[in-house]
């Protein structure tokens, strides 16, 4: 075993919500007068952090205040429709796979920590990870200094950890603490896009953890 602990993404990762994203964005811009985004449309414009994908789709700067009254409007369409969206086809296969093989795991994600525990626990899949964190301050940064902290309150060394993420923010931020990235197509970022950093792709999460 390489590594001894996985750290998994949520969004776009085990759950697989990008329907509700493209759906919570499109609704969020509709007063813009932009057209509607697919989820290959979207793919191509998406980065993060999500203000500068904003800022993509529009063309120019956001205003003052602009990206608060985006990010709220699109929580609120986002926290609709994401009802209708379950795990990854493979995800909870592949959790008992890597407990099976003994391996640890534990969840880090850039959403609100206060609704993502009791999500996980929604699916029945919270007793496979030994922590799990969400975001605790303001929405939209980026994930290293959050992997900092997740990785510091577990005791790990970065070199027993592979995260496993479907943004090229996941990479970013294992790269920043010294750890290994495998990064998955389900969600929100091109394969292009995820090819280019130089980690392995994948089309399955089944696939991700024979890198670990």
Request: with cysteine; charged share 25%; aromatic share 10%.
């Amino acid at each position: 075993m390489k590594n001894k602990h996985i750290v998994w993404d949520w969004n776009g990762t085990l759950f697989h919500d990008v329907d509700a994203v493209v759906g919570a964005t499109n609704a969020v811009f509709a007063p813009y007068g932009l057209g509607s985004y697919d989820v290959d449309a979207f793919r191509a414009v998406y980065t993060r952090p999500i203000w500068a994908a904003y800022e993509r789709m529009l063309g120019r700067a956001l205003h003052d205040g602009e990206w608060e009254k985006l990010d709220l409007g699109f929580h609120e369409h986002y926290h609709r429709l994401m009802l209708e969206c379950g795990l990854a086809a493979d995800a909870a296969s592949t959790l008992e796979s890597w407990e099976r093989e003994g391996g640890k795991q534990s969840l880090l994600s850039m959403w609100a920590h206060d609704r993502l525990g009791p999500k996980v626990a929604e699916f029945g899949i919270d007793r496979h990870f030994t922590r799990i964190d969400g975001l605790r301050s303001a929405a939209g940064g980026h994930k290293a200094d959050s992997m900092v902290a997740h990785l510091a309150a577990l005791g790990l060394d970065p070199a027993d950890v592979l995260v496993i993420g479907d943004s090229v923010d996941d990479a970013h931020a294992a790269r920043h603490v010294g750890a290994r990235a495998v990064l998955y197509t389900g969600g929100m970022t091109s394969r292009t896009d995820l090819a280019a950093f130089g980690v392995p792709v994948v089309d399955t999460l089944a696939n991700a953890i024979d890198y670990a």
